[in-house]
T-cell receptor, first 114, second 112 residues
């Protein structure tokens, strides 16, 4: 079945460092891809999305490019802030699937040091 | 526009007790979902409802029942709570797939 694999955390960086969180997927159809963020004590919020190959999703300085050839959707940010400390989830939703579901990765906890 | 709301925010149950978690959305979405989140396990789908009047099992349905009361409301019931059901429960909704899901703030449940 469909699946999402993302790098294990925790990831600890200093403020203004460059961030990459790796995400790869397995899907039989043509999935849409998402990054969600969860701040402490809150629910998940959509951070960005891409619905077809080569699309780039971006929001709040974060970017991710849908790479069909490598089945990847890595999250990047050029200069992280303390306020970016959160758990990040990669996810996919397959348009061709008969089941109306989103598959989530296990999450990567990010901590930013001042 | 409140989005997705959940009640209660916190609950403590004794083993064997029952309770219902409530979820409502005001975005006129067709599909609704219940997840549980455990440390180190990410999110696991319990049940979902693709449209009013339909429900389907997700990855971990055992010990739970759901009701799609109307288009707005989707409740999750624990008939006989067990310590293994200690978790944070999230409700979500979406207009259609593959559109993104919108999440509620969660219910933190402890079963002793």
């Amino acid at each position: 079945g469909d699946s999402v694999t993302q790098m294990e955390g925790p990831v600890t960086l200093s403020e203004e460092a460059f961030l990459t969180i790796n995400c790869t997927y397995t899907a039989t159809g043509y999935p849409s891809l998402f990054w969600y963020v969860q701040y402490p004590g809150e629910g998940l919020q959509l951070l960005l999305k891409a619905t077809k190959a080569d699309d780039k999703g971006s929001n709040k300085g974060f970017e991710a490019t849908y790479r069909k050839e490598t089945t990847s959707f890595h999250l990047e940010k050029g200069s992280v802030q303390v306020s970016d400390s959160a758990v990040y989830f990669c996810a996919l939703s397959d348009r061709d699937s008969s089941a109306s579901k989103i598959i989530f990765g296990s999450g990567t906890r990010l901590s930013i040091r001042p | 526009n409140a989005g997705v709301t959940q009640t209660p925010k916190f609950q403590v149950l004794k083993t064997g007790q029952s309770m219902t978690l409530q979820c409502a959305q005001d975005m006129n979405h067709n599909s609704m979902y219940w997840y549980r989140q455990d440390p180190g396990m990410g999110l696991r789908l319990i049940y979902y409802s693709a449209s009013e009047g339909t429900t389907d099992k997700g990855e971990v349905p055992n010990g739970y029942n759901v009701s799609r009361l109307n288009k707005r409301e989707f409740s999750l019931r624990l008939e006989s709570a067990a310590p293994s059901q200690t978790s944070v429960y999230f409700c979500a909704s979406s207009q259609e797939l593959p559109y993104e899901q919108y999440f509620g703030p969660g219910t933190r449940l402890t079963v002793t």
